[in-house]
């Protein structure tokens, strides 16, 4: 998008996607990846997040650890439905928000993607002497 393309708000119409068709297979993997997410974790509950300007409507799976994923999702209503399919109760996060627990496992993980990155950096170190 040009400089002067986002003063008049016109936009690109984005590329067809790799393979073209009309994306049953990206449906297909989304409702896999999140199946198996359901299937092999604990306690797993849906968040169904509106469009944004940024970003389309998504349904955000939580475990009861705090992990999570996300993908994107046609809409609301479909974000609900692939929930209820998958038999794990869902919530509209506009109107719940967000569990603590995501809170936590994501500052887990930053906590431990520096304590390696300082563990490699201290190995390294020790290399070069």
């Known amino acids: 998008m040009g400089l002067f393309d986002r003063l008049r708000g016109r936009r690109r119409v984005p590329a067809p996607a790799a393979g073209g068709g009309d994306g049953r297979a990206a449906r297909a993997e989304t409702t896999a990846h999140l199946a198996e997410f359901a299937r092999s974790r604990v306690g797993v509950e849906g968040y169904v997040e509106p469009a944004t300007a940024q970003n389309p409507v998504t349904l955000m799976l939580v475990a009861t650890d705090g992990e999570w994923t996300r993908r994107r999702v046609p809409d609301e209503r479909a974000g609900h439905a692939l929930a ?3 038999g794990i109760p869902v919530y509209d996060v506009q109107r719940v928000g967000y569990p603590q627990r995501v809170r936590d496992w ?10 390696t990155a ?5 190995r390294r170190a020790a290399e070069r002497s």
């Open 84 to 86: 209820r399919e998958l």
């Open 106 to 115: 994501n500052s887990r993980q930053r906590i431990l993607a520096r304590r």
């Open 118 to 122: 300082a563990e490699r950096a201290a």
